[in-house]
């Protein structure tokens, strides 16, 4: 009788096995990458916080304590620099966006070359960018020069103050620079995964090329426009580098605000820099959650309407 | 007609900035309000090729750092993407945004709740530490354009291998990694760049002793040396011309980049 | 060599049954399709019998051996996909070889086995080609070639042809029916197809919702369908409900008929249309009735006729395409005993089920 049930019971244990392998699989796929983002991403942001909240400090062990967050929070310069931040990504994310949208149409049909020639900033640093910007735009950079040649200009005072300004032209100006690129490479490619018998199919029911834009390209390109201006306004919102060289001294970025605070001469000054730093962590989370909540109901609206 | 003549003025504008840096490589004493400059030099040129410039250094240091990241970022981002890409299970959206959130949020307070953590381990200021924390923002790019080269693939390719007597291993090895090249090229290129155009996670863990051309650059540019400053921009952009350009093809192509709009 | 038996195969996706509890035997060296509309289960079925797919209970077997926990590659089970699936980074010589690399055979054995199976499927001087350059049809030879050169004791083709030109689809079947009598290997098609199982096989699994409906050689299926759905997918049409005593037989609209075949109750009664004889005039003889012209429509191959009865009863017959007939026509049409077939009607399950076929 044993003998009979034995071989049966293995079978069924391999099976169960074999079931469990099946199912997990995916994510023993995703382990080795889930833990190095996790470890190194979510082990930080945790180790911020227990130091944000005084569980440990440099110096040994603390106590649990707000204290850093009160301080933080209660500098008018953090209100400033959250405020400067805010600007700077919204202007700069919907500048960008729309005019992404326009370049993504108008190179649709365009050559490769010419798209190519589009993708140019795409791959280049951000400090390049900054250097190149920096040359052209500053009062003695290549435009005030031929502004002065031209005559347009007679000295360097009379060239508006376009880098590290109060209104962060030059600021944006890179911004749109590099990110425009981006959002018209990511649209261009949702552009040719789009059937285009959906537009074919609207002019043929009489609507006209704009209408057409308007009422059937524009919302299948939606999913896209919004994941990628939710990439680029988590990038710009926590960019370090661009502001802190192309900005107004008077007028700092959160990040750039941070690290200031990080680095300050005055050690106590830390648990706080590291509360200010996971504000900007949990802004940019509740950005991505807004993100989520918009394409929730935005499929939930329109369900299976792409279809990649 | 107009429609070509915007876009070779948007192309123009897009340029524009490249224009200095070229013109101040190459450049002596380029001082205002001289539209040209009266001399012209290659001492720039001389100066970061020097061995005391330390530049040289810097470009190795570049190389070495994005090249160790690209082959972890492709060791752990093929078998994410094909899950991401190919499978259906329980919880895929949130693992889907939870491995790219270091994308989309700021890395400073990571960086700062790590920072002792890596000083213990003896990692900060090494090049090695510097590789660990690029794998934050590499391994969710790379994930992301894998998973759309493998929603692109057909496992009946690997199905049939099977049946005509092929092991897992080698099924792997001589049909899905020849069919899936062309996009792990691109997705190391992209994990490449990354790393090699990163500036802030570098200059939190390098502690000051990793110098990547980012970290020359932008220690320069706090400076006034416009003509190193052009010359170093100008090298720290071959590697994405480069890229530019082998990857075209792919960067037309819907299945490496289509991922991108749907985060 | 190659008797494939499958012993209460279930296989379930989240609890909703794909393939429920199959029984079925080939033999070596048959030709069986597994016949059914899609989503009936036979995908799964093809998957579990390569080894993709692992199933829940019961179990596949071949030549006596469990094959359950043995990986695809050590099967001896060739498959050919729907969509040929050529490696598009290998030559066409590549394909073919690519088993026999896999088993080691070196590689001037190995190159001299794919130029011969290239010669028999007509593909010879092809092996240097990318599969790109390839014709459908001459890629689907191709990937033919690819499983029949590792000699599989089972060959299985999912629906192999269903991607090529009606023409082609003839060729093809010619050239694996031709294989398959040289190689002697047993063979598996899966389709959707009723016509294409019908010229293919030796025998034919019906399958319907997961279930196995009807085992039986084509021509068995064809006159002696099991039930209405059965002999609905076999291309029947008329079908009416009646009353059967014996081998008299009589219809809810009041005509009686006289069949070969035995039966008593309530039941459903079906004639293959292309069985029905229709004549412009009268004449003597068993199940002749006078009927009435309604449509007609050409189909290249027949003429497919609707007739109407004096009671109302309608019938479809498939005719000679060379005759021509006016609507509204009265003519008479005649149902030959032998084409006449019944099922026990739903309503009247308890319905004598022993039929007799004289």
Redesign the interface.
Known sequence: MVQVVQPELR?VR??IW??WM??S???L??L???S???V??G?????????SLGFFT?LGPGELSLEAYRAAYSNSEFWTSLLQSFYIAIVATALSTVLSVG?AM??RS?N?W???????????????????????LAP???I???F??LGWIQT?QDFPLLVNDGASIGLLIHFL?KEI?FIT???L??L??LNPAYEQQARALGASPWQCFWNVTLPLLK??IL??S??VF??I??S??VPF?LGAIQSRTL?VY??RA?TDTDLTR?PE??AL??T??AI??A??AIY?WITANARSQVSGK?N? | MPRNALILLIILVLFLPFLPLLVWSVAQGWFFPQLIPQQWTLEHWQQLLSASSRIGEGVMQSLAIALTTTVLSLLVGIPAGRAMGLMEFPGKPVLKLFLLTPIIVSPLATLMGIQFVLIRLGLSGTLLGVVLVHLMPTIPYMTLVLASVFANFDVGYEIQARSLGASPIKVFSQVTLPLIAPGVAVGALFAFLISWNEFLLTFFVGGGSVFTLPMILFTLLQGGNNGLIAAVAITSIVPGLIFLFVASKALQNEAALGGLGSV | MGQLVLERLTKRFSDIPAVLDLWLEIEAGEILSLLGPSGCGKSTTLQMIAGVLRPDTGAVQLDGAMLNDVPPEKRDIALVLQRGLLFPHLTVGENVAFGLKMRGVNRADRDAQANAMLRQVQLAGFGDRKPSELSGGQAQRVAVARSLVIQPKLLLLDEPLSALDANLREEMQDLILHLQAQTGVTMMVVTHDQAEAVVMSDRIALMFDGQLRQVATPEHLYRYPCDEATARFMGGVNFFPGHAQGHRWTLATGETLMSDVAQNGAVQVTIRPEQMRVLDHPTAGVNTFAAKVMSQRFTGTQRRLTLSLHSELVLQAWVNPTQEWAIAQDVYVQLPPDALWCFPSDSNPAADLSLSIT
């Open positions: 079978r391999s099976r074999a079931e099946e199912r699989r995916p994510y796929l995703l080795p990458a889930l190095i983002i996790g190194l991403f082990g930080g942001l945790l180790l911020a916080l227990f130091q440099l370049l108008l190179l365009a490769r010419a798209t190519l020639a589009c993708q140019i900033t795409l791959p280049i640093p951000h400090l390049v960018g900054i250097a190149g910007i920096l040359m052209l003695s950079g290549l005030a020069r031929v002065l040649a360097d620079w690129p490479l990511i649209l490619a949702v040719r995964g999913p896209g994941s990628a939710l990439i988590g990038f919102f926590s370090f580098e060289l990040p941070v690290y990080f830390r820099a590291i730093g996971l900007l962590s940019s989370i950005v991505i989520l792409r990649s």
